[in-house]
């Protein structure tokens, strides 16, 4: 069993829709994080949370840290939100504060 | 915010040759950098960590001899492929963890995509 887990692996929506990827972890960590990779590659981070939520324009990402799980959502989806997200988790006491990422979440919002 | 750096975005290489790639922090101290591998639909996997003036740290199973990575300051790490093949075509894309902020926040380059013939 990997240690983050991220659901659904693919996810088509309409624009505008509401959407949201699933993220649960089974390690002890320092923080969690939500990063954005575009279909060029690169990576943008977008959420860095150890507590409750966090909101960034139509972006908010949400963690309960006693059940090991995050939410990212997106409200009034666009088809500029298709990218690749990908949930990772820090943990300080370990290699030195790596990152440990899920497999990604691959969206694609249709016009 | 914090920006990193990351030179070439892609490379195209012979067979046997030698590719350097480049990450700088650009407005903040980089003591730990991170290098990744990356395969078609798959997550990032980490190949090295790398701090400032010392040794890296290398994951098992990647070769410290043909990817020789340098941080000799704190602003610029630098990951060499020796000896390229085309098993080492993938992209590969660093991040530096910002410890002089408030939120030890991760910041990554925006990749090299490499391709070896």
């Known amino acids: 069993k990997n240690e983050v887990e991220q659901s659904p692996q693919n996810l088509t929506a309409q624009e505008g829709e509401f959407i949201t990827i699933n993220c649960s972890y089974s390690v002890g960590i320092s923080a969690l994080h939500w990063l954005q990779q575009h279909p060029g590659g690169g990576i943008v981070s977008l959420f860095m949370l150890s507590s409750g939520k966090k909101k960034h324009g139509r972006l908010i990402a949400t963690i309960n840290i006693q059940e090991k799980h995050s939410s990212l959502h997106i409200t009034a989806s666009h088809p500029r939100d298709s990218a690749v997200y990908i949930c990772?988790?820090?943990?300080?006491?370990?290699?030195?504060?790596?990152?440990?990422f899920g497999k990604g979440t691959k969206l694609s919002v249709k016009p | 915010g914090a920006v990193v750096s990351q030179h070439p975005s892609w490379v195209i290489c012979k067979s046997g040759t030698s590719v350097k790639i480049e990450c700088r922090s650009l407005d903040f101290q980089a003591t730990t950098m991170f290098w990744y591998r990356q395969f078609p639909k798959q997550s990032l996997m980490l190949m090295a960590t790398s701090n400032e003036g010392s040794k890296a740290t290398y994951e098992q199973g990647v070769e410290k001899d043909k990817f020789l990575i340098n941080h000799a300051s704190l602003t610029l790490s630098t990951l060499t492929v020796t000896s390229a093949h085309p098993e080492d075509s993938s992209f590969y894309i660093c991040?530096?963890?910002?410890?002089?902020?408030?939120?030890?926040?991760?910041?990554f380059g925006s990749g090299t995509r490499l391709t070896v013939v």
């Open positions: 991040s530096a963890r910002d410890s002089t902020g408030a939120n030890y926040g991760y910041t």
């Open positions: 990772a988790v820090s943990n300080y006491g370990g290699s030195q504060g790596n990152l440990i």
